[in-house]
């Protein structure tokens, strides 16, 4: 099973633990409506994989409402081990974009792919303020 979680920011803690800062509980931001670029100081894609074993071959791809491929880190080798589960963070520091849209992340590993999407919208109500969740 993979969850799909998206938030400003997510901090590693002891334990397996992680703190979300930001979560976009609907994995919508909303962005004032007299917005033409949405700049947040950091996006960051979690994906929370239960079940498993083994080494995996990892890569995300984030492609924006148009098509293009806006990242494509390198690929890395991701251990999984029976019994627990593996947080993938894959953080944008600046997230700087003047998409609105519809956002599709795949993630890949060693050929199987889990896709999640996001939108970014302008939220008519709230003009002249910083985007939220």
């Known amino acids: ?23 976009f509980t609907s994995n919508r931001i909303l962005a004032p409506a007299d917005t033409t670029t949405v700049l947040l100081p950091s996006l960051t894609l979690l994906f929370i994989v239960n079940g498993g074993e083994g080494s995996f071959r990892t890569s995300l ?6 098509g293009k491929a806006l990242a494509e ?3 890395r080798d991701v251990p999984l081990v029976p019994g627990t589960g593996r947080n ?3 953080n944008f520091v600046p997230f700087s974009t003047d998409e609105f849209g519809e956002y599709h992340a795949i993630l890949r590993m060693d050929g ?3 896709s999640r999407r996001f939108s970014l919208v302008k939220d008519e109500a709230r003009a002249g303020e910083a985007p939220s969740g």
Request: hydrophobic share 45%.
């Open 61 to 66: 791809t984030l492609f924006a409402p148009s």
């Open 1 to 23: 099973m993979v969850v799909f979680l998206l938030c400003e920011t997510v901090r590693e803690e002891l334990g397996n633990k992680l703190s979300l800062l930001g979560l």
């Open 112 to 114: 199987t792919e889990y």
């Open 88 to 90: 993938l963070i894959f």
């Open 73 to 75: 880190p390198t690929p």
